[in-house]
């Protein structure tokens, strides 16, 4: 599987940026999918997750009410909609997905794209 995240960029302080999560190969498997992020000189964070019909969510008390987590299955696409940006929401952002097939388990990542957002 292959993950290919678009959409990062620069932002002033309240404006809005959509992220996309293309994903391509042995999609079939995808399970759960999930948003991180990691900002310099600190760890890979949880932003928000998304259940394999996206039926259920769950969001980093940080990001909740800002930003929404969707998926589109038919498509092969996950998306993070992020609204009332602040500084601290500067970062990397990673797609992630579980993978699961015949009792194999696996994880995957995107290569990332930045997210900065000015003052």
């Known amino acids: 599987v292959q993950l290919v995240e678009s959409g990062g960029g620069l932002v002033q302080a309240g404006g809005s940026l959509r992220l996309s999560c293309a994903a391509s190969?042995?999609?079939?498997?995808?399970?759960?999918m999930g948003w991180y992020r990691q900002a310099p000189g600190q760890q890979r964070e949880l932003v928000a997750a998304?259940?394999?019909?996206?039926?259920?969510?769950n969001y980093a008390d940080s990001v909740k009410g800002r930003f929404t987590i969707s998926r589109d299955n038919a498509k092969n696409m996950m998306y993070l909609e992020m609204n009332s940006l602040k500084p601290e929401d500067t970062a990397v952002y990673y797609c992630?997905?579980?993978?699961?097939?015949?009792?194999?388990?696996?994880?995957?990542w995107g290569q990332g794209t930045q997210v900065t957002v000015s003052s």
């Open positions: 992630n997905a579980d993978w699961g097939l015949n009792g194999v388990r696996k994880n995957y």
């Open positions: 190969g042995s999609t079939f498997g995808i399970r759960a």
């Open positions: 998304i259940t394999s019909g996206g039926g259920r969510t």
